[in-house]
C-alpha cells in the first residue's frame, strides 16, 4: 500500500473537514459559535443557541461535505497501488479530524458524528441506515443528542461486521466509535451525573 498516496488523501480531507458550517452558519447569524452554548462548533450547539432550522443547515452542511468527499473518491481508479475504497477511507479519516481538530479553528471542533454519519453513507450505507435510525429512536426516546450518538457509535463496528464490510472499513467503523466516544466523553460524566443538557418537546 503506498502511504504517501493514503496521507495525500487524507490531508486533502482533512482541510475540507476543517470548514465547519456550525461555525459558517453561525457567523451569518451575528454569532460567534464558540463562545455561546456549549462552545461547541456542532449542530447541536446551534440548535440550542440560535435554533432549529440554523441547526439543520449546519448538520447538513458537515454532513454532506464528507459524504460528497468520500462519494468522489469512491468514483476514482486505483492511485498508487491503492483502491478507491481505502483512498476514501483515507479522505474519511482525514475528515473527521479536521472537523473534530480543525486547523483554521486553532484545533476546536465539533464531535464528529455529522460528518461520520456522512462518511460511513458514502463507504457503507447499510451500516449507515442502521446507525442513523438508532440515533432517530434513541433522541426521540430520551431527548439527549449525547446518548443518541453513543448508541450511534457503538452501532458501527457491529453493522459494518455483520454485513460483511471490508477488514479496513470495519477496522475504519471501529475508529470513528473510539473517536466519538472520545468527543464525548465530558458529555457521558454529565449523564453518569444527570447534568447532561435534554431537548424537550422532541
Known amino acids: 500500500m503506498n502511504l504517501n498516496v493514503m496521507l495525500v488523501f487524507a490531508l486533502v480531507g482533512y482541510l475540507i473537514g476543517s470548514v465547519l458550517f456550525a461555525r459558517v452558519v453561525s457567523h451569518f447569524c451575528g454569532i460567534d459559535i464558540s463562545k455561546v452554548g456549549s462552545g461547541n462548533s456542532g449542530a ?112 458501527l463496528p457491529i453493522t459494518s461486521f455483520a454485513f460483511g464490510c471490508s477488514m479496513h472499513s470495519v477496522a475504519l467503523a471501529i475508529f470513528m466509535s473510539v473517536i466519538i466516544f472520545w468527543c464525548h466523553r465530558s458529555n457521558i460524566r454529565r449523564l453518569w451525573n444527570g447534568s447532561e443538557y435534554r431537548f424537550e418537546g422532541k
Do not use: C, E, Y
Open 44 to 155: 447541536t450547539n446551534v440548535v440550542r443557541t440560535i435554533g432549529k432550522k440554523a441547526g439543520i443547515l449546519a448538520f447538513l452542511g458537515d454532513f454532506f461535505k464528507s459524504f460528497a468527499a468520500v462519494a468522489l473518491v469512491l468514483r476514482l481508479q486505483p492511485i498508487g497501488g491503492v483502491s478507491s475504497a481505502d483512498l476514501a477511507i483515507a479522505m474519511m479519516l482525514g475528515v473527521v479530524f479536521g472537523h473534530d481538530f480543525p486547523i483554521f479553528f486553532k484545533f476546536k471542533g465539533g464531535k464528529g458524528v455529522s460528518v461520520t454519519m456522512g462518511g460511513i453513507s458514502a463507504l457503507m450505507p447499510g451500516t449507515a441506515i442502521i446507525g442513523i435510525l438508532l440515533w432517530l429512536v434513541i433522541f426521540h426516546a430520551t431527548g439527549f443528542v449525547s446518548a443518541a450518538s453513543l448508541f450511534f457509535a457503538i452501532s
